[in-house]
């Protein structure tokens, strides 16, 4: 009789807790009705309105909205599925389902599920077979939950061990595309899991082979990476990988692969960018996505500290097509333990702007951040000072922000600014004023 639980009465014979675990599990994944009614409540919380007019980016963001919170990721193709935006006959995992509560306000999916099954559920007659049958399940049940929560408690209480580790890499060329090659061995240590994270961005995380001891890479884009060996949850090795660029190189962002542009095409006497007549692209397509264009330098030899620097530049999106009436524009600066990201677009969508230092996001939807809504009609001057633990930012002479930097991004090795469409900077200054 092992693993079940018999009663004298043939009417009290319980199922195998194995079984009633995965029964559960399916109950709760196969629940659409549920599944529907915790996306309704996301929505609600996100205040972005109707999901069927939502686009990419709305799901990009609702993907870093939700590892903010819960430190989970949900990438923007798992939640297109999951809100029918993408053709998928599979269904989500438990992760995906516990995450998904946790975002909506609950504990897990469980917690969620109960929730409302337990205000719609009818009382049964209360007979002696009934209460026996309960009893049964209930002491099923907790049998397998106080087993589930005692293995639980023994791997987690597991403690971590190893030695011999190495982790290095290289890249195999200058500039980008660029493949990196780590080398590892975690072979001398009772891990059960192996990841290699690129940078400061938990994102960035991909689980190797306990066994293996080569990872390799390719990085599209210049920057710095703070490559991360991890054992389980806890860092045990890592260094810095630099992807840098000569110059400043300009690209259209495509998946999977970006389009390197020539130098001649966004190199100028006097400024860097493209203008509508540099894109190939139809502009009488208005259901054609705009391009997005990048202007990227990363180099060692900036090494800028961010609590004690000055930028300055003039820039303008110039698109005037009517798939971007957005002009969405992002001036970010690349440090070694994070960004800074400043973005700007046309005055009626400041909503979804996302103004980040470090570990600090500032959103729009939750924020006043209407002093980042521009004309771009005309140029922009633009001004970021860091000093004494604090930060500003002006827009033509105006404060749009003031605040506190305590921690900073260590030091600043690069740049990289983008335009929704077509735009162009000049000016560009970075320097350290400490």
């Known amino acids: 009789m092992k693993n079940k639980i018999t009663f004298t009465t043939d009417s009290c014979k319980f199922i195998p807790c194995s079984k009633l675990i995965k029964a559960d599990q399916k109950n709760m994944i196969e629940d659409q009705a ?3 009614k915790c996306r309704e409540l996301i929505e609600k919380k996100l205040g972005w309105g109707n999901s069927t007019s939502w686009q990419s980016s709305d799901f990009e963001n609702l993907s870093d909205r939700i590892f903010d919170e819960t430190k989970v990721v949900l990438s923007a193709s798992t939640l297109k599925r999951i809100w029918g935006k993408v053709q998928y006959n599979s269904t989500p995992n438990l992760n995906t389902l516990n995450t998904l509560a946790r975002f909506a306000g609950f504990p897990n999916w469980r917690s969620f599920a109960n929730s409302f099954s337990e205000s719609s559920e009818k009382a049964a007659p209360v007979t002696i077979k009934n209460l026996v049958i309960k009893t049964g399940i209930a002491i099923s049940i907790a049998a397998c939950l106080l087993l589930i929560g005692f293995l639980f408690f023994k791997q987690s209480g597991k403690k971590l061990t190893y030695s011999h580790i190495h982790f290095s890499s290289s890249p195999v060329t200058s500039g980008v595309p660029n493949t990196v090659v780590f080398k590892y061995d975690a072979s001398h240590s009772n891990a059960d899991s192996v990841f290699i994270q690129q940078n400061w961005d938990p994102k960035r995380r991909f689980k190797v082979d306990k066994d293996k001891h080569e990872y390799t890479s390719i990085y599209y884009m ?36 970006p389009v390197y542009l020539p130098e001649n ?3 100028h006497d006097t400024w860097l960018g493209i203008t509508e007549a540099d894109l190939k692209n139809d502009s009488n397509d208005y259901y054609a996505p705009a391009p997005l264009f990048i202007l990227s330098h990363v180099s060692r030899s900036y090494t800028v500290p961010s609590k004690s620097f000055s930028l300055n530049l003039e820039l303008q999106n110039t698109y005037s097509q009517l798939n971007a009436p957005c002009k969405e524009t992002n001036i970010m600066l690349l440090g070694t333990d994070g960004v800074i990201n400043i973005p700007l677009s046309a005055t009626g969508c400041i909503s979804d702007l996302r103004l980040r230092l470090g570990e600090v996001l500032i959103e729009g939807t939750t924020n006043d951040l209407s002093k980042f809504g521009v004309d771009f009609t005309k140029p922009i001057q ?3 000072i860091s000093e004494s633990d604090k930060i500003r930012i002006d827009l033509n002479g105006k404060t749009a922000y003031e605040g506190v930097f305590n921690k900073g991004i260590g030091k600043i090795v690069g740049a990289r600014i983008s335009f929704r469409g077509t735009g162009y900077i000049k000016s560009f200054e970075l320097k350290n004023t400490g």
């Open 265 to 267: 095409v966004y190199k």
């Open 34 to 36: 549920l599944l529907i």
């Open 222 to 257: 210049p920057g710095y990476y703070r490559a991360k060996l991890i054992l389980n949850d806890v860092i045990v090795e890592e260094h810095d990988v630099f992807i840098e660029s000569a110059d400043w190189i300009g690209l259209l962002s495509k998946e999977p692969i």
């Open 382 to 384: 633009l001004s970021c």
